[in-house]
């Protein structure tokens, strides 16, 4: 027996390590809701580096852009560049201010129509993983922010709050495969829940019976708690009604670009 | 002491530059894994008594940036440790290719796990049908990330530190290799 132990005693103690690893993760599952300290002792270190490496990167491709452009250009036409390069780069500022313009007031329009009290937060670090998608914000509990807070845009629904730190919080998009919403079909009213799948999304449980169009507007139903009724979510890409079965196969396109997040609103009371 | 505080920094590092720089130069959602190739480079070259805590905690540090789910990476680290740990007495890990072997073997191992704890464990609806999709490209920027940091860093190395022997660096050169 000893013997026995000795020589497996390396491939045990893995075993058991990995084993108590796996029951402290789904331990936790009870409680991934919350910020724990760890997490919040992460979000507080990485945070600002974060929001400085966001804002260092910003400054540099801007410059980078300006300058491969004007080399690029001085090749074909030296001298009307150095006559207008002056006159470019004011064009190209006023463009990016105008852009930022639309963009805010588009956010500014939607926060005024919005009952609910919103504070506007700017995107500074997406997830460090290929397999989940969650964005870091530079704001946190110290603004009000907590746990389970709806985020949204003008266009619509981006996800909801899962950590917060006193000065930054994440965000779970609606994209990642751990996030369902109840939801309903704009025309029809048909339930259903909304599922990440990566870039995609997918509306379950839709009744076989029910009429549902390539291009309908999918909204939140407000039944989950969390995403007051009536946001957009997205819209019905495609739609596989089999011969058998209780439900419709529907596949959802989200209205947010998640690949060009800049602002968003936090939605500050619950809708409970 | 010295070797965890680098080791702590360069998991910093990583953890910055995939989630500020290179979502923003690479393509779609992904990045390749560079705390997976810390964490092998880690298997080969410190022994469990040390390594076993260090990655249990980069992976609960690494749950506060990546995923929702608090333990995950920690056992996700753990499993890939433990594993290149069982074999690092059957291989040479004096050889460089081993190591770009390994980071594709961690990635497959890393998507099985990802896929089994959240499958079985959590209310996640069939995350390995998107990571199926998901992996050859994963495969391939960790790989590449990997090819990468390993001809970097073994140049580095020799242009500041020509006369230091910093753990493992000089067993990754091929000048090395028989």
């Given amino acids: 027996m000893w ?31 919350e910020t724990n300290f760890l997490e919040s002792v992460v979000l507080r270190v990485t945070g600002p580096v974060q929001a400085g490496f966001d804002r260092m990167i910003g400054g540099t491709a801007d410059v980078w852009g300006h300058y491969l452009y004007l080399v690029d250009t001085a090749e074909d036409n030296r001298h009307l560049i150095e006559v207008n390069r002056s006159l470019r780069a004011v064009l190209t500022q006023s463009d990016e201010v ?18 609910i009290a919103t504070l506007p937060a700017r995107v500074i670090a997406e997830d460090a993983s290929s397999w989940f998608r969650t964005v870091m914000i530079d704001k946190g509990s110290d603004q009000g922010v907590t746990e389970g807070m709806p985020v949204v845009v003008a266009e619509g629904v981006v996800g909801r709050v899962v950590r917060s730190s006193p000065r930054f919080s994440r965000v779970l ?48 139903s ?21 011969e058998f079965g209780l439900f419709q196969a529907i596949e959802v396109e989200p209205s947010v670009d998640f690949s060009h997040l800049e602002e968003i609103l936090v939605l500050l009371r619950s809708p409970q | 002491m010295n070797r965890t505080l680098i080791y702590l920094a360069m ?37 469990p008594q040390h390594g076993v805590p260090m990655v249990y905690l980069l992976g609960c540090c690494y749950d506060g940036v990546a995923g929702s789910f608090p333990g995950l990476n920690g056992f996700l680290l753990l499993g890939i440790f433990l594993a290149v740990r069982g074999i690092v007495t059957r291989v040479n890990t004096e050889s ?7 980071v ?23 995350i390995w049908l998107l990571m199926v999709w998901q992996l050859p490209v994963q495969l391939l920027s960790n790989f590449v990330a990997a090819f990468v ?15 230091r022997n910093l753990p493992g660096l000089r067993k990754l050169d091929r000048r090395y290799e028989s």
């Fill in chain 1, 3 to 33: 013997e026995w132990w000795r020589k497996n005693k390396p491939l045990l103690l893995g075993g058991l390590l990995l084993l108590v690893a796996l029951l402290w993760y789904s331990v936790n599952l009870r409680q991934q809701d």
């Fill in chain 1, 98 to 115: 105008r852009l930022e313009n639309e963009r805010l007031r588009l956010l500014l329009d939607f926060k005024e129509a919005q009952k």
């Fill in chain 1, 173 to 220: 998009l609606i994209t990642d495969a751990s996030s369902a919403i109840a939801s309903l079909l704009q025309d029809n009213r048909a339930r259903g829940i909304c599922r990440g799948q990566g870039d995609q999304m997918v509306f379950d449980f839709v009744l076989r019976r029910e009429e549902v169009k390539v291009g309908d507007r999918v909204v939140t």
């Fill in chain 1, 222 to 242: 407000g039944m989950g708690g969390v995403f007051p009724k009536g946001l957009v979510i997205g819209n019905v890409k495609s739609v596989d009604r089999q």
């Fill in chain 2, 11 to 47: 998991a910093g590092i990583a953890v910055v530059l995939q989630t500020t720089l290179l979502p923003l130069v690479l393509p779609g959602d992904y990045k390749p894994d560079l705390l997976l190739i810390l964490v092998i480079y880690l298997g080969l070259h410190e022994e």
């Fill in chain 2, 96 to 102: 460089s290719p081993l190591l770009l072997m390994l």
């Fill in chain 2, 104 to 126: 594709i073997a961690g990635t497959v191992l890393q998507s099985a796990m990802v896929a089994f704890a959240l499958d079985f464990f959590s209310q996640t609806a069939h």
């Fill in chain 2, 149 to 163: 940091l390993l001809r970097l860093t073994v140049w580095l190395q020799r242009t500041f530190l020509p006369r």
